[in-house]
Nanobody
Framework: QVQLVESGGGLVQAGDSLRLSCAASGRSFSRFSMGWFRQAPGKEREFVAA????????YYADSVTGRFTISRGNAKTTVYLQMNSLKPEDTAVYYCAADRSDNLSARIATYDYWGQGTQVTVSS
């Protein structure tokens, strides 16, 4: 089993920055790619960003390209989402997810494990 725990959410103003973290643990956590998704009230969960196991490849949704950066720590068990120039439309619960096949995918079904989510609220 793999456990994912997100942290770093909060209430910020438009234009501010926030960094989310996702800590992964579990004996079977090995060579997983990681992704960030978000879900706003009344909307479907949507892809935000993904990063390969090596950290050498990343992939972003068009809506966050140029504002958000995904990265992973040296031990590869922590993944970060640096969010700059936040907008009210970025308000959502943000989830991290792990894919054991090291794909770089925007598809929810690709991911095998999910965290509980962290709330990000951006006020105008």
């Amino acid at each position: 089993q793999v456990q994912l725990v997100e942290s770093g959410g909060g209430l910020v103003q438009a234009g501010d920055s926030l960094r989310l973290s996702c800590a992964a643990s579990g004996r079977s956590f090995s060579r997983f790619s990681m992704g960030w998704f978000r879900q706003a009230p009344g909307k479907e969960r949507e892809f935000v960003a993904a990063i390969s196991w090596s950290g050498g490849s990343t992939y972003y949704a068009d809506s966050v390209t140029g504002r958000f950066t995904i990265s992973r720590g040296n031990a590869k068990t922590t993944v970060y989402l640096q969010m700059n120039s936040l907008k009210p439309e970025d308000t959502a619960v943000y989830y991290c997810a792990a894919d054991r096949s090291d794909n770089l995918s925007a598809r929810i079904a690709t991911y095998d494990y999910w965290g509980q989510g962290t709330q990000v609220t951006v006020s105008s």
